[in-house]
């Protein structure tokens, strides 16, 4: 309850403070004291070089101008001077105080942040060779009162210097055969870089660690620079710093001595600082070269935590394995963390620690929904269970439960439940069966009983995809009464719908690839999203009713048990990226693009398996299912959500995110695609892809959201307005930006959702 009251507040706190920054004026020195300046521009301009851009100087600025939206726009500066002077009283300290936690107080030119700028700018030139740069600045007075101030640092890179040799003299065999490898990162004629240098210490590091040199570190290998060469050339070399006297050689010796695993022991739940009082301590060392220490039951078994190891007794220590132990344990869901340490057994041995801690096992979890749809209201709950050990092997089963009621406009009822349990292993195999049942009472009554097998191929260390296959998923829809009167008005008029609503099985397979290179050590970096998939349908069942001569039915469709099967190909691609340009700041575009067709014993496709346009994740200006396909409006210029389905799918989007405080993200976007079919169907006019038309049949839409973050998900608001309605083409009113053809309660959709839209 307190929690709730909580989040209350800070809603009607936000709305209070967004409504005020919108009334406010456009004065930004409210809160700069006299004779101080408001920084109001802070850049960086690299005037005689093109290798070394001035946006990569900005982190070497020590003030930065207030956070700006659209780059112009300096909203949190505006919400905090939305705070009044006087705080005498208790509703104006209120307010005052909303307004400074939630907005930025005004960024005050400081002389000395700007020198250590320059200083900082100007080492940060020399690190990537240009030794000669020099760093000036530029202020220009702004603002009626005069009191804004933009600042422009100008650098003059001058010549870099460029690495006329480079060689290695390293006395150590295997250490100087890695350093002279063809893939070292320092290249002659490259322009002289520190971060390229302190790179190649690290791969050489790594190399020697991953060979069984524990003791190597990168602190053992140094570079000497001869810039006494003409024309802005030096020579530079690498070698070892114990060679200048500075390590003992039994240390040395140590260094270069290989080091072999011994034991390998893990402490599953374990803490030896911290044994609960009470309680036995279990050692188990039955396993050659492994020992397992527990306390109470055993938490997880023994061959789990074996083969989720990369390191091995006998084998030779290697970072490359001791970074693969760390994701394969972090992977399992029953793990809360682990770590990883080695203890010296004699000069060339080493024991693993591996301190495993239990994540927690149960979880249950549940949820109420209100719905409204078209004028339908309806109320939905679900319930959850999962558990992450239930056979102590890291399996994790979940069982979940939904159930909604919808109250119609014509007096029916609409009913819904769903029922699904899954079991997934930690080799990524997962087993999972659903049982779903509708009931339409003036339409119809339908079930879909579904089971499948679904395996994800462990991702390799540093690859960036990832490949999961739906080895097999059997699904089977019955409706076991349809009223006379959807019969006739969909199922006999309608080829496209009639095999949706019969009873069939559907076989599938597919296969799914995604990628990213997205950086959690990074995560202001600018990255991509890439996912396809191929599905495929009906192959398996065709070629056993074509070689066992099994029945056909009236529409020439080979049925299984008197149920005919659907056979059909589908492919989808999805590609997202996120232009980073600020921590706060970013653009993120999306594609998407899907295909499916029907073939020899089918003529459409299952209803399940079709496309819908429109919605929280679709084109925002339409709600869901009610876009296309094509021109297609409906009888009578109606939304029939049973026909505005599609096998031909295009979702283009483009989307602003400003992140405005922890808590609070806002977004501005535009939207454009619709659906077609393949086949011209008498039900659906214009609903069929034309290459000559299909691109003026493409919806636009634009508008903008609210995202507020409450740790454990994103609430999500969007605004979404049509522009283009190819549905209105006909009526010659596509354009939604007419007076005497806009229509607000049609042409307006607002889309409540969790999560991202892409």
């Not at 929690?3 to 005020?20: E, H, K, N, P, W």
């Not at 069939?504 to 290179?517: A, E, Q």
Request: hydrophobic fraction near 35%; charge should be positive; glycine fraction near 6%.
């Amino acid at each position: 309850m307190h929690r709730t009251v909580r989040t209350y507040r800070v809603m009607m706190g936000m709305a209070v403070m967004i409504a005020a920054v919108l009334m406010a004026s456009c004065k930004t020195t409210k809160f700069v004291p006299e004779g101080q300046y408001l920084l109001n521009k802070a850049k960086v301009q690299i005037e005689d070089t093109k290798e070394v851009e001035s946006s990569a100087m900005n982190s070497y600025l020590r003030q930065k101008q207030n956070t700006e939206i659209f780059g112009f726009w300096k909203l949190q500066l505006h919400v905090y001077n939305t705070a009044p002077r006087d705080t005498s009283t208790k509703a104006n300290k209120w307010f005052a105080n909303n307004a400074h936690k939630m907005g930025e107080a005004p960024v005050i030119y400081d002389e000395m942040l700007t020198r250590v700028s320059m200083e900082q700018i100007e080492q940060a030139m020399k690190n990537r060779g240009y030794f000669n740069a020099t760093v000036d600045t530029t202020k220009v007075y702004k603002g009626k009162d005069g009191k804004k101030l933009n600042l422009t640092y100008h650098v003059t890179a001058n010549t870099p210097y460029r690495i006329a040799e480079y060689s290695t003299l390293i006395e150590q065999e295997e250490v100087e055969r890695i350093a002279q490898s063809e893939r070292s990162l320092i290249k002659v004629g490259d322009i002289f870089n520190t971060s390229t240098l302190d790179e190649e210490r690290q791969r050489v590091t790594s190399a020697m660690r991953n060979r069984g040199y524990y003791y190597f570190d990168k602190s053992l290998l140094a570079y000497a620079a001869d810039s006494s060469y003409d024309n802005h050339m030096l020579k530079l070399q690498m070698h070892l710093t114990h060679y200048e006297g500075i390590i003992p050689d039994s240390v040395k010796e140590k260094i270069y001595t290989k080091q072999t695993i011994r034991r390998v022991c893990f402490h599953a739940d374990y803490d030896p600082s911290r044994v609960p009082e009470g309680l036995i301590l279990h050692t188990d060392s039955s396993e050659e070269g492994y020992v397992f220490s527990y306390v109470g039951t055993k938490f997880l078994r023994h061959r789990v935590l074996r083969n989720r190891t990369a390191i091995k007794p006998g084998e030779m220590f290697s970072e490359r394995r001791l970074e693969r132990t760390y994701t394969n344990l972090n992977s399992l869901g029953a793990v809360k963390y682990v770590d990883i340490s080695f203890e010296p057994v004699d000069s060339a041995q080493l024991d693993c620690h591996i301190t495993i801690s239990r994540a927690k096992l149960h979880t249950v979890s549940a949820e109420v929904e209100g719905t409204y749809s078209a004028g339908d209201w309806g109320i939905a709950v679900g319930v959850g269970y999962a558990n992450k050990n239930i056979f102590r092997g890291a399996e994790l089963f979940t069982l979940n439960g939904r159930g909604s009621y919808e109250w119609r406009t014509n007096g029916s009822r609409a009913i819904e439940a769903r029922a699904e349990a899954g079991l997934q292993f930690p080799s990524q195999l997962k087993i999972n069966i659903a049982y779903n049942y509708q009931q339409r009472p003036d339409e119809y009554t339908r079930t879909l009983a579904n089971a499948g097998l679904y395996y994800t191929v462990p991702r390799k260390p540093r690859s960036r995809w990832t490949h999961s296959f739906n080895l097999v998923d059997i699904s089977y829809i019955y409706l076991p009464w349809m009223s006379d009167r959807f019969r006739h008005d969909f199922i006999e008029k309608s080829s496209a719908l009639r095999a949706s609503y019969e009873d069939h099985f559907i076989l599938d397979w597919s296969y799914t690839g995604r990628y990213t290179n997205y950086s959690e050590r990074n995560p202001n970096r600018s990255y991509v999203n890439f996912q396809y998939t191929v599905e495929t349908a009906g192959n398996f069942l065709y070629g056993v009713a074509k070689l066992a001569n099994l029945s056909q039915n009236d529409q020439g469709a080979y049925t299984l048990f008197n149920t005919p099967f659907a056979q059909y190909a589908k492919g989808d691609v999805n590609f997202t990226f996120h232009h980073v340009f600020h921590p706060q700041h970013r653009l993120v575009y999306h594609a998407g693009l899907g295909v499916v067709v029907p073939y020899l014993n089918a003529t459409t496709v299952p209803f399940e398996k079709r496309y819908f346009s429109g919605g929280s994740n679709s084109v925002r200006g339409w709600q869901a299912r009610t876009l296309g396909p094509g021109t297609f409006r409906g009888e009578g210029n109606t939304l029939v959500y049973d026909l505005q389905a599609g096998d031909i799918r295009l979702d283009l989007n483009l989307e602003y995110r400003y992140k405005v405080w922890k808590y609070l993200e806002l977004a501005a976007f535009t939207d454009a695609g619709n659906i077609w079919t393949i086949r011209d169907y008498e039900q659906q006019p214009g609903g069929v892809f034309r290459f000559d038309s299909f691109y003026k049949q493409i919806a636009w839409a634009y508008g903008a959201g609210l995202r507020i973050d409450l740790s454990l998900f994103i609430f999500r608001v969007d605004f979404g307005v049509k522009l283009y309605d190819p549905s209105r083409i006909a009526a010659g009113t596509q354009w939604r930006t007419a007076p005497n053809g806009l229509c607000w309660k049609d042409d307006m959709t607002f889309h409540f959702a969790i999560g991202h839209p892409f």
